[in-house]
């Protein structure tokens, strides 16, 4: 009863206590007609722009972590290919905007609390949504994964991007910890489709849950170098810095990094950009070390984040759980030498392409900083088997095609790649080389 009485309500123009106009409901009706009556052009492409939210992350433009940089990177190549994606932002961390690289915003507000600020916010937005007609309801991580139902019981279809085991992040209490585990399963058992970011996940989601997932890696950003400004000011020449971009926080190992970087007599620096969500005990602790030799940063971003990155000597994941690194990405991609612990989710990526350590152990860090410190040809040879690796199989136009080609097979429609994704010269000599000695 209650369930027909809120559909009744949405179908009404109901909008969080504001009536819609009659106008705005007849143009819902009107989008979600067309969508029933979906038909396929001769030439297998959708003569209807496919409609789709994503839901979960903090939103655009400004950056916090993977999910906002996802966001950015898939968006605007979703958005290009003909998809009507709407983003839904909390209005603290995007600008007023309505619009950006092709994608609509929609800004709610939300609490501003570590435990409460996603859950708030993402059922904000999901009422929000199933008023809009839209064809999908894309959730990205487990928190965000347990609204997944909702749409669905409005006849819309939804499916969930998983970017790593959040449960197991050192960061959550044990009650928040037991209420993203209930997500993973979520994550399996409400949407439509399951979309993990690394074929560790998607082994996971086989073997724990009985589903069939669909792998579509994260990207990376290939850079050139860019000239050294800001990097100067702070007092850091070109290639005589270790560099680590992330949250600080416990499962990114952090700390293992300034224990073992603590132990190299060198002149080079150690460089840590990022912050934690909240001011927490950790982020002080760490900033407590602080020093000329170990530089602490904000997050940086835009034109200071690719310079730092693409004038650094080596770039360290420590990590003790990933889904995907996309910082591990972009650093692969700016042909940087990678040095990551030897975690599954690390290893797929980075193996032949890096240098791995054992995860947990600041003395076998401290060991392979040192030998790639003092070998720079090892450096470059790696720095350049890394950026082809990004070449060929982690750029973002090829990921968003992945994506929208999961959209189309939830939504029963033939997918035709109508953007072909052009691939560098060197992408295509590495690839011919590859069926060569296949």
Known sequence: MFTRKLVRKIRNGFHFGKSISRTESCRIAEKRECVD?????????????????????????????????????????????????TIYCRSYFTPALSEHNGMRLVRLPTI???????????????????????????????????FSWIPRVFGTKTAVTVQGLDWQRKKWGRIA???????????????NATMVVSKELQRRYTEN??????????????????????????????????????RFSPEKGCHLLVRAFEQIETDVKLVMAGAASYCDEYSRELR??????????????????????????????PSDMEGLSLALLDA??????????????????VEGAGSLFKPGDSD????????????????????RTARRRIEVEYQWPTIAAQIEKVYFQLLGREWVDSI????????AAVGAAQRRAG
Request: net charge neutral; proline share 4%.
């Open 288 to 317: 407590n070390h602080a020093s000329d030799k170990i530089r602490m940063l904000d997050w940086v971003s835009g034109e200071t984040l690719d310079e730092l990155l693409t004038n650094a000597m080596i770039f360290v994941l």
């Open 37 to 85: 009556n979906l038909r396929l052009a001769p030439n297998g492409a959708c003569n209807s722009r496919s409609r789709i939210a994503f839901i979960g992350g903090r939103g655009v433009i400004s950056k916090y972590s993977g999910i906002e940089s996802y966001y950015e990177e898939v968006g605007k190549h979703l958005a290009r290919r003909g998809c009507e994606l």
């Open 177 to 191: 910890s037991t209420v993203l585990l209930a997500g993973e399963r979520a994550s399996a058992q409400f949407p």
């Open 332 to 349: 692969m991609g700016a042909g940087l030498c990678v040095l990551a612990s030897d975690i599954p989710e690390n290893r797929e990526v």
């Open 420 to 427: 072909p994704v052009k691939r560098t010269a060197r992408a």
């Open 364 to 383: 076998d860090l401290a060991e392979r900083l040192r030998f790639l410190i003092a070998n720079p040809a090892v450096r470059e040879a790696a720095g």
């Open 209 to 246: 849950h009985g589903i069939e997932s669909f792998y579509v890696p994260n990207g990376g950003i290939l850079r050139d170098r860019h000239p050294a400004k800001k990097t100067l000011e702070w007092g850091l020449d070109p290639e005589q810095y270790v560099l680590f971009l992330g």
């Open 112 to 146: 501003r609390s570590k435990h409460l600020e996603t859950v708030i916010h993402t059922f904000l937005s999901t009422a929000h949504a199933i008023t809009q007609g839209y064809d999908i309801v894309h959730y990205h991580a487990l928190g965000p994964a347990l």
